[in-house]
């Protein structure tokens, strides 16, 4: 009984949010060369430090097509149902001393039903730069972080009167989302954590998660070169 009134009680809230949209955990893979592969998935917690956090799980796809260019593909989706997708198209450049930098242009978009409104959608252009250390020291530790920036467009559904809450059905905004990263592990399969920060121009804070926080697992396929992973 008390394990049924803890877990409604955690339940109630993860879901009492309104929020219909937070920072994306997408992986940040320092693709080195051409051929290295990245898969990196797990889950994700999204607070807004009031009454309400949300969870969800999260998987990145990045791929070295040529010795620049590099593609990624990224996928979550929450406890509340609400999905969010979104492809890039990227040049990376590795250095001798272990560190990479990357720079991704790509479009994303997001739908989901939520407590307080019938239905939401959500557009976004951005441009992301990446910057990271791989393999530092004898746990092999990645670090690193990135920079995203963008324009949103929503289209929000009718409010409920009964709560009193603005009846916004479109808004625009520039956004930034600036991100950091840890992993460790193997040479083939690291564990890594991420810290993701998001900003918005105009859109109010009640549409939002300012912060997410993402645990999983990161694999890595491809080139079998000594020297890196």
């Given at each position: 009984?008390?394990?049924?009134?803890?877990?409604?009680?955690i339940?109630?809230?993860?879901?009492?949010?309104?929020a219909s949209?937070?920072?994306?955990?997408?992986?940040i893979p320092?693709?080195?060369?051409?051929?290295?592969?990245?898969?990196?998935?797990?889950?994700?917690m999204?607070?807004?430090?009031?009454?309400?956090a949300?969870l969800?799980?999260?998987?990145?796809?990045?791929?070295g097509?040529?010795n620049?260019?590099?593609?990624?593909?990224?996928?979550s989706l929450?406890f509340?149902?609400?999905i969010h997708l979104?492809?890039?198209?990227?040049l990376?450049?590795?250095?001798?001393n272990?560190s990479?930098?990357e720079?991704y242009?790509?479009?994303?978009?997001?739908?989901?039903?939520?407590?307080?409104?019938?239905?939401?959608?959500?557009?976004?252009?951005?441009?992301?730069?990446n910057l990271?250390?791989?393999?530092?020291g004898?746990?092999?530790?990645?670090?690193?972080?990135?920079?995203?920036?963008?324009?949103?467009?929503?289209?929000y559904s009718?409010?409920?009167?009964?709560?009193?809450l603005?009846n916004i059905?479109?808004?625009?905004?520039?956004l930034i989302e600036?991100s950091v990263?840890?992993?460790?592990?193997?040479?083939?399969?690291?564990?890594?954590?991420?810290v993701n920060?998001?900003?918005a121009?105009?859109?109010?804070?009640?549409?939002?998660?300012?912060?997410?926080?993402?645990?999983?697992?990161?694999f890595?396929?491809?080139?079998k070169k000594?020297?890196?992973y």
């Open positions: 009984m008390i394990k049924c009134k803890l877990f409604s009680a339940v109630i809230f993860l879901l009492s949010g309104c949209y937070y920072p994306q955990v997408v992986d320092l693709i080195k060369e051409k051929g290295d592969i990245r898969l990196n998935a797990g889950a994700f999204a607070p807004n430090f009031e009454d309400a949300n969800g799980g999260h998987v990145t796809y990045s791929h097509v040529t620049v260019l590099a593609v990624q593909g990224y996928g929450d509340m149902l609400r979104q492809g890039a198209l990227g990376y450049k590795g250095f001798e272990n990479v930098i720079m242009g790509g479009y994303g978009f997001g739908t989901g039903g939520m407590w307080n409104v019938q239905m939401d959608f959500y557009q976004l252009a951005f441009a992301q730069f990271g250390k791989y393999n530092q004898k746990a092999n530790i990645d670090y690193g972080l990135g920079l995203k920036g963008g324009y949103m467009y929503n289209d009718n409010y409920n009167n009964i709560l009193n603005p059905e479109k808004k625009y905004s520039w600036p990263f840890f992993r460790i592990g193997g040479s083939r399969i690291k564990y890594n954590m991420t920060y998001f900003w121009s105009t859109i109010p804070e009640i549409y939002y998660f300012p912060i997410s926080v993402g645990m999983g697992v990161n890595k396929f491809g080139n000594k020297n890196y």
